[in-house]
């Protein structure tokens, strides 16, 4: 290479940036789809900073100029500011408590003027950058319980603070860092435990009460009953199993409807309910739904419904960018943002959907091929939480827009419209190509 080669481009892995540069471009065609309005000139229209699309185009100029600034940076700066920048997001998080704004029943935006920025998509970079500094360091032991609960506080602390402000769906997002920590070491019995919580919730919600915690108790017995020569020999193995099967009856009656009733939100319960196609306990109200009360909050399969006619519309190879029917005259609420894969299974059928998910697919690949090939713990460690980060919200936002999974509200990267969201997955994806440009450095 020579060397008078411009410094930004050497080493940089320039086909992360072509891709980054694809979704960006279908995300702003997709919500130029959307929004645009007959009879609106075109260019005078993306120039004028009134539209959603150009409001986006914008964005991207912006978080384009933050990536070349990203790439011309030293790659120490960020293992030497790791802990400062998680000490910043954590600051922005507890500003939001005094200075928020309520928007769409969120308590997670601070505005500014006419700009809204959203302090707990910031703080997945904050978090992303600490874990690495953390699990990076020569004297983590993450063998050790102590090194995984404080792992555990990195990631879970910015999600109890997205509680608190009423935005669950982003509080979820945090948990993906547990991959990361899978990756490097975190016991499998501790995802197991996980998996096994969450099929207990979902037990709890397809079974009546009495009766979950009477199979409970039966498998109980049964597990005594195998292991009755464990228990002759130790006393202790009986009261691990009666340990356990008091905290899975305890989940079940008394720390899942705790949730429901406190922690998530009305519509979110009743997305949730509606899912599994029952009835919510929570609030009496069915889970299949009338359509004269589907667009009150509460109500929320009339998003899914209309999500999944216009993706079923498109067909396989879809209206044509500017002929859809139902994401153009606002049958999908949210289409924009929460919805925005409708509007391209609608526009492009089931070809365009998959090309998507394909590039998306090819992304994330493309991503654990890099940190495979770090020599740095720290760039290792933060291209696999990257990876998790984008793999939660490709994943869970398809599954939520097709039915799949309940409506939790978080943004599908580079496509969904906002600011704070292009900004903040364009600054983890460039933070890691300029580490990854410096991949024969060992980095702490």
């Not at 900073?49 to 990536?67: E, R």
Request: glycine share 8%; net charge positive; proline share 4%.
């Amino acid at each position: 290479m020579s060397r008078n080669q411009p410094l930004i481009s050497k080493g940089v892995d320039t086909l992360m940036i072509w891709l980054y540069l694809l979704l960006v471009g279908i995300g702003i065609l997709a919500i130029f789809a959307v929004t645009y309005r007959e009879g609106d000139p075109v260019a005078g229209s993306f120039l004028s900073f009134k539209t959603d699309y150009s409001k986006q185009l914008f964005y991207f100029v912006l978080a384009a100029i933050i990536g070349v600034f990203i790439l011309v940076t030293d790659s120490k700066f960020f293992t030497a500011t790791a802990n400062i920048w998680y000490a910043f997001g954590i600051l922005l998080m507890l500003l939001v408590f005094p200075f928020h704004s309520n928007v769409k029943g969120t308590e997670s935006i601070i505005r500014f003027g006419g700009f809204q920025f959203q302090p707990a998509e910031f703080c997945k970079v904050s978090v992303c950058l600490a874990l690495s500094k953390y699990l990076s360091r020569p004297d983590t032991d993450f063998t050790k319980g102590r090194s995984q609960l404080i792992a555990a506080a990195i990631a879970i602390s910015p999600a109890l603070l997205s509680i608190l402000q009423s935005e669950t769906g982003l509080a979820l997002v945090y948990f993906a860092f547990f991959l990361v920590m899978y990756r490097e070491g975190l016991p499998p019995t501790i995802l197991v435990i996980g998996f096994s919580v969450a099929v207990l919730v979902i037990a709890t919600i397809l079974m009546e009460p009495n009766t979950l915690a009477i199979i409970l108790t039966v498998i109980a017995g049964l597990a005594a009953w195998v292991m009755r020569r464990q228990i002759r020999r130790r006393k202790s193995v009986l009261v691990s199993l009666v340990a356990i099967w008091l905290l899975c009856v305890g989940i079940q009656r008394f720390a899942v409807p705790f949730i429901f009733q406190n922690v998530l939100q009305k519509h979110q319960v009743e997305r949730i309910f509606t899912l599994f196609g029952k009835e919510n306990p929570y609030t009496g109200i069915p889970g299949e739904l009338v359509e004269a009360g589907a667009k009150k909050e509460g109500v929320s399969d009339y998003n899914v419904k209309q999500s999944k006619i216009a993706i079923g519309s498109g067909g396989l190879l879809g209206k044509g960018l500017l002929n859809g029917t139902q994401t153009r005259y606002d049958f999908v609420p949210e289409q924009r943002t929460d919805f925005i894969f409708c509007t391209i299974g609608e526009g492009f059928g089931f070809v365009g959907t998959t090309l998507l998910l394909l590039i998306y697919l090819f992304l994330l690949f493309r991503i654990v091929i890099v940190a495979e090939r770090q020599r740095s713990a720290f760039s290792r460690v933060y291209a696999y939480g990257v990876a998790s980060v984008f793999f939660f919200h490709i994943g869970i936002n398809v599954a939520m827009t097709v039915g799949l999974a309940p409506v939790i509200g978080i943004p599908l990267p580079f496509i969904s419209y906002g600011g704070t969201a292009l900004i903040t997955f364009t600054i983890l994806l460039f933070i890691l190509i300029r580490l990854d440009a410096d991949r024969q450095m060992v980095l702490r």
